[in-house]
């Protein structure tokens, strides 16, 4: 029982070095990572025009802020990503080694490297401190649908696929980046059949639906200009391409983690790499792992797909022109994620070959006793993704830091919340990212007032990017809503408020079906003595102002049939998969153990 | 069992070694890399 415990008490460890203080009270905000006191369920649910970013992700968040304390629930999802990472690595790594045989002491120290591997890595590093809580989850559970995919095989379809659909569960919770991640990771390896492939791609479509439905019937438009800003760039000296090669590469330079990219860093991450390279390569000569060729190739795919936007931006940008289905392929760096995961299998490998302990190599009387000099030389090896990147510990090097919202955000949240007329509420200034000054250190975080309320929020979902010439690269946003609301109130580009006369601005507002005016930013606003605005909180960094009623022209926002087809869907299945799975059935030849995912 | 515990000692205090060098060697050295993109504020006082 102790062993079959390693993978998870070791995930619980590097979570826990990892996060450190973000697992303490307060709310972890950083770039994309926004969570809030209580978040609205309905209002995740209603949400924006555009494409449905935040579902699943937020409404499971939601669901789970019902029954816990928000900060609670922030520590879960990011300790879930690194115990789950952790424990699907090891036991993917294992299970392949060694089947259903038992893992001697050199297999569960092979298995802890290839763990600590897949999690400890520039990829999650630089992920974690873009924000991308959801897309890690995805990440962290790919080797449990790797493992899921190659146990198809020996398994009835029925039972097969149910445990695929177990296994993409963090994926479906993470929403499509992280889907697609899955597909990637474990696609190539499901076409040796075309069985389990159909199997695998309808599991991936049935989990993808509480997204894909709506998207499908929202028209959302990508904006080509993101290919521009959110295309790979080298953060070592390296090159896009050797970054890439190395997990790094992300786009946004407020997400590399301290000290690394620096020389002498960057060359022995290239060193842990190499190594890990020839460990995979050692590996496939060898014993012929079942993922083999699979797992190559998608971490070929990947690599490509990460370039494309480096080397062939033009061909990138025509094709989401032509259909935005191929936005996601716009940031490129995500795709490195199978090449982590063949990444830490091969350091893995390269601890069998240091302790002589592969299982085909060994002699009839068992695995010869290593000596001391072995030993030390694994632990080295088992600890060298933390030497080289010793950045992403004790919450990314101080990147992930709790605060406290302060008084008047909560006080404008309750006194939302506590009104059930409808109406949505606008968030001003009209700029989606704010560098808010009781965060603590300086840090860029998309505004966490479009998520405080509990109702609809209209803001400015176009991102700018600076660019390495100086110049800016503006994304535009999805929602068409808050495009028209941004044109009717002509917002000043320099100030991020609107340019129209403030007499003006209680019947406008009214007309947009916009109830309460939220300034989350400290800025000169000067709607304290507007007619028909009043103020119901005004602090320092939130102000909130009711427009009059008799100006208000809202109706109720309801949960769209799209969404709720798509949640019971996925629900649905989920629910199926888990009873089915948790049924007892004899396997045989399993070629993963019988400890892997879905089990 | 003294043996793995041992070499498992000998083994971290190695890399808890290399990982401080590595640090402060890191943060002495200039960086080279190629910049690279930030998101923004884009309101008026920021």
Known sequence: MALRLAPWGLGTLVAFLALGPALGPGLVLRYDMVFVPDLSLRAVLTGADGFPRAIPSDAVVAALSVVLPGHVVQGLVLAAVFVLGVAGAFRLFTGLVYGKGTVPLAGLAAGAVAGTAYVWNPFVAERLLLGQWAVLLGYAGSPWVLAGVVRMASLRPTRGFA????????????????VLLSALTAGPTALRRWRDAGLLLLALLLLSSPWLIPSLVSGAATDPAGVAAFAARSDTPFGAF????????????GAVPPGYGEPLTAALRALVVTVALLGWVWWWRRARPVVAVGLSVSAALGLVIALTG?????????????????????????????????????????????LRA?????????PPVPGMRRMVTVVVLGLSPVVVLPGLSWGAGGGLAPV????????????VSADERPGAVLVLPWSAYRGPDWSGEPVVVLDPATRLFDRRTLWNDDLRVGTPDGGTVVVTGEDLRARRTAESLDIDPETAMPRIEPAELPELLGSMGVRYVAVSAPVDHGLSDTDGLSPVVEGSDMALFEVDDEYVEATPESVSVPVVTGALTSLGTVVWAVFTVARREPRHGDPVGGSTAGN | MIKVIAACVIGAALAGGATVVATNLATESTATAEPVNETLYNYGDR
């Open chain 1, 163 to 178: 445990g695929v659909v177990c296994a993409l569960v963090p994926a479906a919770i993470g929403g499509f980046s992280s």
């Open chain 1, 310 to 354: 480096v080397i062939a931006p033009g061909p990138l940008a025509a094709l989401i022109d032509l259909w935005p289905g191929f936005g996601p392929l716009r940031d490129g760096q995500l795709y490195v994620a199978p090449l982590a995961l063949l990444q830490s299998l091969g350091l893995g490998a390269i601890v069998l070959w240091v």
């Open chain 1, 242 to 253: 050797g970054s890439l090669l190395l997990l790094g590469g992300v786009w946004n330079a």
């Open chain 1, 358 to 366: 592969l299982p085909e190599t060994t002699s009839a009387e068992g």
């Open chain 1, 404 to 415: 406290e919202y302060p008084p008047a955000w909560r006080g404008a949240q309750v006194a």
